[in-house]
Protein backbone atom coordinates (compact mmCIF):
# COMPACT_ATOMS: atom_id res chain seq x y z
CA UNK A 1 0.00 0.00 0.00
CA UNK A 2 2.60 2.57 0.81
CA UNK A 3 6.56 2.51 -0.79
CA UNK A 4 9.20 2.78 1.42
CA UNK A 5 9.07 6.24 0.19
CA UNK A 6 6.15 7.13 1.12
CA UNK A 7 4.32 6.79 -2.09
CA UNK A 8 1.01 4.89 -2.22
CA UNK A 9 0.41 2.33 -4.00
CA UNK A 10 -3.24 2.86 -5.61
CA UNK A 11 -5.51 -0.39 -5.22
CA UNK A 12 -9.32 -0.05 -5.08
CA UNK A 13 -10.48 0.67 -1.97
CA UNK A 14 -7.63 2.52 -0.99
CA UNK A 15 -8.85 6.04 -1.50
CA UNK A 16 -12.14 7.71 -1.41
CA UNK A 17 -13.28 9.07 -4.96
CA UNK A 18 -15.88 11.16 -3.84
CA UNK A 19 -13.42 13.62 -1.77
CA UNK A 20 -10.37 13.43 -4.68
CA UNK A 21 -13.16 14.52 -7.09
CA UNK A 22 -14.08 17.45 -4.93
CA UNK A 23 -10.98 18.65 -4.53
CA UNK A 24 -9.45 18.29 -8.20
CA UNK A 25 -12.85 19.87 -9.10
CA UNK A 26 -12.16 22.84 -6.86
CA UNK A 27 -8.83 23.27 -8.95
CA UNK A 28 -10.97 22.91 -12.25
CA UNK A 29 -7.72 20.74 -12.89
CA UNK A 30 -7.59 19.57 -16.56
CA UNK A 31 -5.71 16.45 -17.96
CA UNK A 32 -4.02 15.76 -20.75
CA UNK A 33 -4.02 11.98 -22.19
CA UNK A 34 -1.82 11.14 -24.77
CA UNK A 35 -1.70 8.38 -27.22
CA UNK A 36 0.12 7.11 -30.27
CA UNK A 37 -1.80 6.13 -33.27
CA UNK A 38 0.45 5.27 -36.11
CA UNK A 39 0.10 3.38 -39.31
CA UNK A 40 -2.20 0.31 -38.44
CA UNK A 41 -2.78 1.54 -34.76
CA UNK A 42 -5.19 3.73 -35.95
CA UNK A 43 -7.18 1.08 -35.75
CA UNK A 44 -7.55 0.83 -32.16
CA UNK A 45 -8.44 4.50 -31.29
CA UNK A 46 -11.76 3.88 -31.85
CA UNK A 47 -12.26 1.56 -28.88
CA UNK A 48 -9.56 3.30 -26.93
CA UNK A 49 -11.55 6.92 -27.09
CA UNK A 50 -14.89 5.22 -27.10
CA UNK A 51 -14.23 3.74 -23.60
CA UNK A 52 -11.98 6.39 -22.30
CA UNK A 53 -15.10 8.47 -22.49
CA UNK A 54 -17.01 6.53 -20.29
CA UNK A 55 -13.90 5.47 -17.70
CA UNK A 56 -11.53 8.08 -17.87
CA UNK A 57 -11.27 11.25 -15.69
CA UNK A 58 -15.15 11.83 -15.95
CA UNK A 59 -16.43 15.10 -15.13
CA UNK A 60 -13.21 16.91 -15.58
CA UNK A 61 -11.29 18.44 -18.30
CA UNK A 62 -9.79 16.38 -20.78
CA UNK A 63 -7.32 16.92 -23.71
CA UNK A 64 -6.88 13.97 -26.29
CA UNK A 65 -3.49 14.39 -27.65
CA UNK A 66 -3.67 12.28 -30.38
CA UNK A 67 -0.15 11.63 -32.65
CA UNK A 68 -0.57 10.04 -35.54
CA UNK A 69 0.91 10.10 -39.09
CA UNK A 70 -2.42 10.37 -40.64
CA UNK A 71 -4.88 12.97 -38.87
CA UNK A 72 -7.54 12.66 -41.52
CA UNK A 73 -8.28 8.83 -40.04
CA UNK A 74 -9.05 10.12 -36.84
CA UNK A 75 -12.27 8.56 -35.74
CA UNK A 76 -15.49 11.02 -35.02
CA UNK A 77 -16.51 10.07 -31.62
CA UNK A 78 -18.88 11.87 -29.63
CA UNK A 79 -17.25 13.45 -26.32
CA UNK A 80 -18.61 14.72 -23.59
CA UNK A 81 -19.05 19.07 -22.54
CA UNK A 82 -14.84 19.56 -21.33
CA UNK A 83 -13.27 16.93 -23.52
CA UNK A 84 -11.65 17.68 -26.74
CA UNK A 85 -9.97 15.84 -29.59
CA UNK A 86 -6.46 17.37 -30.17
CA UNK A 87 -5.06 15.80 -33.77
CA UNK A 88 -1.23 16.52 -33.36
CA UNK A 89 0.73 15.15 -36.56
CA UNK A 90 3.90 13.38 -36.92
CA UNK A 91 5.99 11.55 -38.97
CA UNK A 92 6.64 7.72 -39.06
CA UNK A 93 9.31 5.27 -38.32
CA UNK A 94 9.81 2.22 -40.35
CA UNK A 95 11.01 0.22 -37.39
CA UNK A 96 8.30 -0.44 -34.72
CA UNK A 97 11.23 0.17 -31.84
CA UNK A 98 11.63 3.46 -33.32
CA UNK A 99 7.88 4.14 -33.16
CA UNK A 100 7.66 2.75 -29.83
CA UNK A 101 10.96 5.10 -28.37
CA UNK A 102 10.34 8.06 -30.30
CA UNK A 103 7.34 8.80 -28.07
CA UNK A 104 9.37 10.28 -25.36
CA UNK A 105 11.38 12.43 -27.85
CA UNK A 106 7.77 13.86 -29.43
CA UNK A 107 6.21 14.02 -25.63
CA UNK A 108 9.16 15.73 -24.77
CA UNK A 109 8.98 18.34 -27.28
CA UNK A 110 5.04 18.62 -27.25
CA UNK A 111 5.21 19.15 -23.56
CA UNK A 112 7.78 22.23 -23.74
CA UNK A 113 5.61 24.12 -26.76
CA UNK A 114 2.14 23.22 -26.56
CA UNK A 115 1.44 20.92 -22.92
CA UNK A 116 2.87 23.32 -20.47
CA UNK A 117 -0.05 26.25 -21.60
CA UNK A 118 -2.76 23.46 -21.72
CA UNK A 119 -2.84 21.21 -18.94
CA UNK A 120 -1.37 20.34 -15.68
CA UNK A 121 -1.35 17.01 -15.73
CA UNK A 122 -0.16 14.13 -18.72
CA UNK A 123 -1.00 10.66 -18.87
CA UNK A 124 0.99 8.60 -21.12
CA UNK A 125 -0.66 5.29 -22.48
CA UNK A 126 -0.48 2.50 -25.20
CA UNK A 127 -3.33 2.78 -27.76
CA UNK A 128 -3.76 -1.00 -28.23
CA UNK A 129 -6.00 -0.78 -24.58
CA UNK A 130 -9.61 -0.06 -23.49
CA UNK A 131 -10.84 1.29 -20.48
CA UNK A 132 -13.38 -0.88 -18.81
CA UNK A 133 -13.53 0.44 -14.98
CA UNK A 134 -12.89 3.92 -14.06
CA UNK A 135 -9.65 5.57 -14.34
CA UNK A 136 -9.85 8.95 -12.19
CA UNK A 137 -7.90 11.65 -10.07
CA UNK A 138 -6.68 8.94 -7.69
CA UNK A 139 -3.97 8.02 -10.28
CA UNK A 140 -2.76 12.06 -10.44
CA UNK A 141 0.32 12.84 -8.69
CA UNK A 142 3.87 15.10 -9.49
CA UNK A 143 5.27 11.61 -11.35
CA UNK A 144 3.47 8.20 -11.39
CA UNK A 145 4.37 5.03 -12.78
CA UNK A 146 2.63 1.71 -13.05
CA UNK A 147 3.42 -1.96 -11.95
CA UNK A 148 4.05 -4.63 -14.37
CA UNK A 149 0.92 -7.06 -14.71
CA UNK A 150 3.39 -9.45 -15.44
CA UNK A 151 6.39 -8.89 -12.29
CA UNK A 152 4.13 -7.02 -9.64
CA UNK A 153 4.51 -10.11 -7.69
CA UNK A 154 8.23 -11.46 -8.71
CA UNK A 155 11.23 -11.04 -6.85
CA UNK A 156 13.40 -8.30 -8.33
CA UNK A 157 16.13 -11.13 -10.25
CA UNK A 158 13.68 -11.74 -12.62
CA UNK A 159 12.96 -8.06 -13.73
CA UNK A 160 13.54 -7.59 -17.63
CA UNK A 161 15.81 -4.54 -16.61
CA UNK A 162 18.74 -4.07 -19.27
CA UNK A 163 21.69 -5.75 -17.65
CA UNK A 164 24.23 -4.66 -19.97
CA UNK A 165 26.57 -1.44 -18.64
CA UNK A 166 26.83 0.00 -21.65
CA UNK A 167 23.56 1.13 -22.20
CA UNK A 168 22.41 4.65 -20.40
CA UNK A 169 19.18 1.96 -19.48
CA UNK A 170 21.79 -0.40 -17.13
CA UNK A 171 20.53 -1.40 -13.62
CA UNK A 172 22.90 -3.88 -11.29
CA UNK A 173 21.70 -6.47 -9.58
CA UNK A 174 21.25 -5.43 -6.36
CA UNK A 175 19.18 -2.53 -7.25
CA UNK A 176 15.52 -1.50 -8.19
CA UNK A 177 12.34 -0.78 -6.55
CA UNK A 178 9.33 -2.23 -8.91
CA UNK A 179 9.23 -3.13 -12.64
CA UNK A 180 7.20 -0.45 -14.48
CA UNK A 181 5.04 -0.60 -17.76
CA UNK A 182 6.02 1.52 -20.44
CA UNK A 183 2.27 1.48 -21.69
CA UNK A 184 1.53 3.75 -18.40
CA UNK A 185 2.83 6.86 -16.43
CA UNK A 186 2.50 10.64 -16.20
CA UNK A 187 2.51 13.24 -13.51
CA UNK A 188 2.39 17.01 -13.79
CA UNK A 189 3.88 18.35 -17.48
CA UNK A 190 6.86 19.97 -16.06
CA UNK A 191 7.65 15.92 -14.40
CA UNK A 192 7.04 14.42 -17.61
CA UNK A 193 9.19 17.06 -19.78
CA UNK A 194 12.10 16.09 -17.32
CA UNK A 195 11.16 12.15 -17.79
CA UNK A 196 10.71 12.21 -21.32
CA UNK A 197 13.74 14.40 -22.00
CA UNK A 198 16.40 11.88 -19.61
CA UNK A 199 14.96 9.06 -21.30
CA UNK A 200 15.31 10.42 -24.63
CA UNK A 201 18.71 11.69 -24.47
CA UNK A 202 19.93 8.25 -22.86
CA UNK A 203 18.01 6.45 -26.14
CA UNK A 204 19.98 8.57 -28.19
CA UNK A 205 23.17 8.09 -26.22
CA UNK A 206 22.97 4.20 -26.59
CA UNK A 207 21.89 4.87 -30.50
CA UNK A 208 25.50 6.11 -31.06
CA UNK A 209 26.65 3.48 -28.91
CA UNK A 210 25.06 1.20 -31.54
CA UNK A 211 22.84 0.18 -28.78
CA UNK A 212 18.86 -0.79 -27.87
CA UNK A 213 17.64 -1.54 -24.58
CA UNK A 214 16.30 -4.85 -24.46
CA UNK A 215 13.10 -3.61 -23.56
CA UNK A 216 13.39 -0.25 -25.67
CA UNK A 217 11.51 2.82 -23.85
CA UNK A 218 10.08 0.62 -21.00
CA UNK A 219 13.83 -0.01 -20.07
CA UNK A 220 15.01 3.77 -19.68
CA UNK A 221 11.19 4.17 -17.93
CA UNK A 222 12.70 1.79 -15.28
CA UNK A 223 16.18 3.55 -15.23
CA UNK A 224 14.52 6.79 -14.78
CA UNK A 225 12.16 5.83 -12.14
CA UNK A 226 14.91 4.01 -9.83
CA UNK A 227 16.68 7.39 -9.52
CA UNK A 228 13.47 9.92 -9.58
CA UNK A 229 11.30 8.07 -7.83
CA UNK A 230 7.91 8.10 -8.56
CA UNK A 231 4.97 10.26 -6.28
CA UNK A 232 2.51 7.74 -6.84
CA UNK A 233 2.93 4.23 -7.80
CA UNK A 234 -0.68 2.14 -10.00
CA UNK A 235 -1.44 -0.84 -9.19
CA UNK A 236 -1.93 -3.46 -12.51
CA UNK A 237 -5.71 -2.66 -12.40
CA UNK A 238 -4.45 0.48 -14.41
CA UNK A 239 -2.65 -2.15 -17.34
CA UNK A 240 -3.67 -5.59 -17.04
CA UNK A 241 -3.64 -7.76 -19.79
CA UNK A 242 -5.44 -11.30 -19.93
CA UNK A 243 -3.13 -13.38 -21.58
CA UNK A 244 -0.54 -13.02 -18.63
CA UNK A 245 -0.81 -15.98 -16.64
CA UNK A 246 -0.73 -14.91 -12.80
CA UNK A 247 -0.84 -15.77 -9.65
CA UNK A 248 -3.02 -13.33 -8.20
CA UNK A 249 -5.47 -10.98 -10.07
CA UNK A 250 -6.87 -7.76 -9.50
CA UNK A 251 -10.44 -7.55 -8.09
CA UNK A 252 -10.62 -4.54 -10.81
CA UNK A 253 -9.19 -4.62 -14.10
CA UNK A 254 -9.63 -0.93 -15.22
CA UNK A 255 -7.28 -0.63 -18.47
CA UNK A 256 -6.76 -3.66 -20.73
CA UNK A 257 -4.59 -4.81 -23.28
CA UNK A 258 -6.79 -5.13 -26.50
CA UNK A 259 -5.50 -9.05 -28.33
CA UNK A 260 -3.35 -8.38 -31.38
CA UNK A 261 -1.45 -10.72 -33.14
CA UNK A 262 2.12 -9.53 -34.26
CA UNK A 263 4.25 -12.70 -34.60
CA UNK A 264 4.40 -11.89 -37.92
CA UNK A 265 5.72 -8.56 -37.07
CA UNK A 266 8.26 -8.89 -34.63
CA UNK A 267 9.17 -11.33 -31.95
CA UNK A 268 8.32 -10.12 -28.84
CA UNK A 269 6.83 -12.31 -25.99
CA UNK A 270 7.85 -12.17 -22.66
CA UNK A 271 9.04 -15.21 -20.68
CA UNK A 272 6.59 -14.55 -17.30
C1 LIG B 1 3.97 -1.73 -34.73
C2 LIG B 1 4.53 -2.99 -34.84
C3 LIG B 1 5.07 -3.60 -33.74
C4 LIG B 1 5.01 -2.93 -32.53
C5 LIG B 1 4.45 -1.67 -32.41
C6 LIG B 1 3.92 -1.05 -33.51
C7 LIG B 1 3.29 0.27 -33.40
C8 LIG B 1 3.16 0.91 -32.16
C9 LIG B 1 2.71 0.95 -34.53
O1 LIG B 1 2.78 0.51 -35.70
N1 LIG B 1 2.04 2.14 -34.36
C10 LIG B 1 1.94 2.70 -33.13
O2 LIG B 1 1.29 3.76 -33.00
N2 LIG B 1 2.51 2.11 -32.02
C11 LIG B 1 2.40 2.80 -30.72
O3 LIG B 1 3.38 2.32 -29.82
C12 LIG B 1 1.03 2.54 -30.10
O4 LIG B 1 0.63 3.65 -29.35
C13 LIG B 1 1.35 1.35 -29.21
O5 LIG B 1 0.40 1.18 -28.18
C14 LIG B 1 2.74 1.74 -28.69
C15 LIG B 1 3.57 0.57 -28.15
O6 LIG B 1 3.55 -0.53 -29.03
P1 LIG B 1 2.81 -1.87 -28.58
O7 LIG B 1 1.52 -1.50 -27.93
O8 LIG B 1 2.70 -2.78 -29.77
O9 LIG B 1 3.81 -2.47 -27.52
P2 LIG B 1 3.50 -3.58 -26.39
O10 LIG B 1 4.74 -3.62 -25.56
O11 LIG B 1 2.29 -3.14 -25.61
O12 LIG B 1 3.23 -4.87 -27.12
MN1 LIG C 1 0.63 -1.95 -26.06
Given at each position: MMTPWFAPIIWEGTYNLKILNEQFRLRNVSIGLTVFAIKKYMTFLKGFLQTAERYFMTGHRVNYYIFTDRVEAI????????RKIVPLKIQNYLRWQDISMRRM????NFSQQQFIHEVEYLVCVDVDMIFRHPVGVEILS??????HPAFYFAERDIFTYE????SQAYIPPEEGDFYYAGGFFGGTVAEVCKLTEMCHKAIMMDKEKNLEAVWHD???LNKYF??????????????????IISPKKPKIKRFLTVGKNHSAIRNKRRAV
Open positions: PKVKLRKGETIRELFGTLRRPDESHLYHKPTKILSPEYLWDDN
